[in-house]
């Protein structure tokens, strides 16, 4: 069965100081894969998402950027956070060729806090 | 993407049936309807999805008219376990590997005992 993997779980950092969170997938191969921020009290944003190795797409220009080095494993990076980052970062992956399915698959999560 | 427009927040009491409306008057020929369930500090979860009239799992039902301009997830006998919030997507299922899910506010549901 596929799983998806987040690390840290929670994380608090000094605003000025740099990023990377790590997002793996098991059990499929070849996903889409999605960085998502949820703001206190808001939706969830769509940050980046990747249909393939090197293949990024930003959906919101800021501070923050996505790598994908490896098939399964999507990293989200920023070099110097901003109070305005805090949030709830979520990773997802879905398959590439759904045929009857419109459905995402969400990891824990990575609560970061900026200070 | 089609857009979604739904009642922010709802309240029920435990054992009731909840009904919450998603509105999408620009939705495609080729668009299903999809809805998500977040609970607090977790990634949203797919509840259900459906094209047109009515789709029933052991979660919820989804109801859909003629026209697909709106669609009703209903929630039977909702508990305080069901307090979360809830999402309508709409999109083209067969462009899904390729399209990211655009998120709307959902509607927020508070069950009371």
């Known amino acids: 069965s596929q799983t998806i993997h987040q690390w840290p779980a929670t994380l608090v950092q000094p605003v000025g100081s740099p990023l990377s969170l790590e997002c793996t997938v098991e059990?499929?191969?070849?996903?889409?894969l999605y960085w998502y921020r949820q703001a206190a009290g808001r939706g969830l944003q769509l940050l980046f998402y990747?249909?393939?190795?090197?293949?990024i797409s930003s959906e919101v220009p800021q501070n923050l950027s996505a790598s994908r080095p490896q098939d399964r494993q999507f990293i989200l990076s920023s070099k110097k956070l901003l109070l305005s980052d805090s949030g709830f970062y979520l990773c997802a992956w879905s398959v590439k060729q759904a045929v009857t399915t419109y459905e995402q698959y969400f990891g824990p999560g990575t609560r970061l806090t900026v200070t | 993407l089609a857009k979604t427009t739904q009642p922010i927040s709802m309240d029920s009491y435990e054992g009731q049936e909840v009904n919450i409306t998603c509105s999408h008057n620009?939705?495609?020929?080729?668009?299903?309807i999809t809805w998500y369930q977040q609970f607090p500090s977790q990634g949203p979860r797919f509840i259900i999805q459906?094209?047109?009239t009515k789709v029933t799992n052991e979660v919820a039902s989804l109801f859909i008219p003629a026209d697909r301009k709106s669609s009703t997830l209903s929630l039977p006998r909702v508990s305080l376990s069901d307090t979360a919030v809830y999402y309508c997507?709409?999109?083209?299922?067969?462009?899904?590997?390729?399209?990211?899910?655009?998120f709307g506010k959902g509607t927020r549901l508070s069950v009371i005992a």
């Open positions: 459906g094209y047109k």
């Open positions: 997507l709409v999109g083209d299922v067969t462009n899904s590997g390729n399209t990211p899910l655009v």
């Open positions: 620009n939705i495609a020929t080729n668009d299903y």
């Open positions: 059990g499929t191969s070849n996903p889409n």
């Open positions: 990747s249909v393939g190795i090197g293949q």
